[in-house]
């Protein structure tokens, strides 16, 4: 083991999400020099969408990637450090705190953690088998391999709309399935999705199989009408799975404190259980999930770590 470190950080922020990048603004802005440390996919889950609408301050909307290039650019303007290592331990019980990436040790009096959700799957046999061999969660990141083919996209929430609309620009046909009579997107997305020719809604429907093999890659699903039991066979080439997410908090289990699905509990703003650790953005929010909340509760749990130091040093 290498302490990385001699000394010990004001803050470490985990995650380079909205999260963990207003995180990195402000408290870089409060001179605490915080380390970012994020993991394989910087930017977070904003870097695997296109044109964001909903952000305020951009009245043509800004594509996903590019506002996470520049928080992070901004966060650099003001002396943040960034370093790409995936966190193997953390411990917590007291401080400094320990961050632990492989062999190294990273040790801090404040942490943040904003290390997001990931895609849920279905959990059907044959799906992690064929992730990337037609089964996807990202249409944005592999849209562009179904040019001319049909497509599935299970789920019916914003993402799911999203995705399916955005594959329209490829596929020749999309299938929405959805396991309900009633969509749980926002009616905006919910009339664009419904008035694209190409997109095909399957109401009350789940896939109960996933066909194809490693060799030639998906070749269609199964599909089960949950209201009359009646089964079929739908070929086709790409499957995305939409159908929400889960927080990042493996590396936290009995530590932070979590509710039932892992989200973790914070009380006043971003404080958890552990005093001197905040959690900020999706990885504590299975409500909201947007970039701008994410970001909020960021710049909230950056505010509460200046004064949490100012009290403490
Ligand atoms: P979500 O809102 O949780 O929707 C998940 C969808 O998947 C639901 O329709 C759900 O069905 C379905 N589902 C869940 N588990 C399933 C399973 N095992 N089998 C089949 N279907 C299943 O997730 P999301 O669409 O990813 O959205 C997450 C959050 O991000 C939301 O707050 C959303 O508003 C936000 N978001 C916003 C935008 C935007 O504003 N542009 C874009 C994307 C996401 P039920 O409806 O039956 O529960």
Redesign the pocket.
């Known amino acids: 083991m290498q302490n990385k470190d001699k000394e010990i950080r004001d803050v470490i922020i985990l995650g380079s999400g909205p999260a963990g990048l207003t995180a990195a603004i402000y408290t870089a802005r409060a001179n605490l020099e915080p380390l970012v440390i994020h993991g394989a996919q910087p930017g977070g889950q904003l870097t695997t969408?296109t044109l964001?609408?909903?952000y305020p301050g951009f009245a043509e909307g800004i594509d996903g990637p590019v506002l996470m290039e520049e928080m992070e650019k901004q966060a650099r303007r003001f002396g943040a450090l960034f370093l790409a290592g995936e966190v193997t331990q953390v411990k917590l019980q007291k401080a400094p705190f320990e961050i632990y990436t492989g062999d190294d040790i990273y040790r801090c009096r404040a942490l943040i953690i904003a290390t997001g959700a990931s895609?849920?799957l279905?959990?059907l046999p044959n799906e992690k088998e064929l992730y990337g061999k037609g089964v996807s969660v990202c249409a944005t990141c592999d849209g562009f391999f179904y040019r001319d083919k049909e497509v599935a996209v299970?789920?019916?929430?914003?993402?799911?709309?999203?995705e399916a609309t955005f594959l329209t620009r490829f596929a020749k046909k999309v299938h929405v399935?959805?396991?309900?009579d009633?969509?749980?997107?926002?009616p905006?997305?919910q009339e664009r999705a419904l008035a694209n020719p190409k997109i095909a809604l399957h109401w009350d429907t789940?896939?109960s199989a996933i066909r194809g093999d490693k060799q030639h890659g998906l070749t269609g699903v199964r599909l089960k009408n949950v209201a009359n039991g009646k089964e079929e066979e739908l070929p086709c080439d790409g499957l995305f799975v939409?159908?929400?997410?889960l927080p990042n908090t493996t590396l936290f289990t009995g530590q932070v404190e979590m509710e039932e699905r892992g989200y973790l509990l914070t009380g006043h703003g971003t404080e958890t259980n552990i005093r001197g650790v905040f959690a900020a953005g999706d990885v504590q929010d299975p409500?909201?999930?947007?970039a701008i909340t994410a970001a909020a509760s960021g710049c909230m749990a950056a505010i509460q770590t200046e004064r949490f130091l100012e009290e403490n040093q």
Do not use: K
């Open positions: 969408t964001v609408e909903n895609p849920r279905l959990g299970v789920g019916g929430g914003d993402t799911a709309m999203e399935i959805h396991r309900r009633a969509l749980r997107a926002s905006a997305l789940v896939v939409a159908i929400g997410h409500h909201f999930r947007q």
